[in-house]
């Protein structure tokens, strides 16, 4: 790897891991605000309702598999530097529509802000197991991610599992910027942005989500394809369609 190379390396990391650590900051803060953190060394209980019991345990989950997400993204910078490292890391089983569970639940505020309804469909919840390297983890959050980020207000991300002997099928069905023919394929190209994509968000992005995920996925044999469909609307002049991301993952 060249200086430029590594250079390159280390500013794309601190931009993933900021991203990462602001999300982190969010929950941290919520949790902080439900538990009255301001209470401490007044010796006063914890009370509260039901409903926010459960919003402090979601919170605490969250900061668990964000911390998680920061040592996948390590994982992911050792093995860039050092391809044979992937040897190194620890294959486990995985439930992929857990997987995928976690990144909605971890996705939940920005959903929420963006006033965009995340659903999970599928035959049997509890899915099939197969085996995987550790860095799998960020597969379904990038691809989620990216789907709650483009997509306008109001609107739906619909993901559906489907069962067959050899393999799941994972349909993820969501409103975009329009991705012409001639981009399609290059947008698991390292940096590359859609024309469209750019008009929405062009100063957070770098690029590397959909790079990320289809190194992974070849990593793991999952096929995965991109497909936009002919733009019927436009939102702040930017021309939107359906667009949707289909994977086959082999089953053992």
């Known amino acids: 790897m060249t200086n430029n190379e590594h ?9 993933e891991l900021r991203y990462f650590n602001q999300q982190l900051k969010n929950f941290s803060e919520q949790l902080s605000i439900e538990l009255r953190s301001d209470k401490v060394d007044q010796n006063k209980t914890i009370d509260m309702k039901v409903q926010q019991a459960d919003k402090v345990r ?5 900061i668990v598999n964000l911390s998680q997400l920061f040592t996948t993204r390590i994982d992911f910078i050792d093995v860039e530097l050092n391809p044979n490292a992937i040897e190194q890391l620890p294959i486990q089983k995985v439930n992929i529509y857990g997987k995928f569970d976690k990144a909605k639940k971890m996705l939940h505020a920005l959903s929420r802000k963006k006033k965009v309804k995340v659903n999970i469909k599928s035959e049997v919840k509890d899915g099939r197991i197969i085996e995987a390297y550790s860095i799998i983890d960020i597969l379904p959050y990038l691809l989620l991610d990216n789907a709650v980020k483009y997509s306008p207000e109001q609107n739906d991300v619909d993901i559906t599992f489907v069962y067959y002997n050899d393999c799941v099928k994972i349909e993820i069905l969501s409103e975009g910027p329009f991705v012409g023919a001639d981009e399609i394929k290059k947008l698991a190209g390292k940096h590359y942005r859609g024309r469209n ?3 929405v968000d062009d100063c957070t992005g770098r690029g590397l989500g959909l790079y990320f995920v289809g190194y992974i996925a070849e990593l793991h044999d999952i096929d995965i394809t991109y497909k936009s469909e002919k733009y019927s609307y436009e939102v702040n002049g930017v021309p939107y369609s359906t667009f949707s991301v289909a994977l086959s ?3 053992q």
């Open 58 to 62: 979601n919170l605490a989950t969250n």
């Open 7 to 15: 250079n390159d390396l280390v500013l794309e990391s601190m931009h």
């Open 197 to 199: 994509a750019l008009k």
């Open 249 to 251: 993952v082999p089953l």
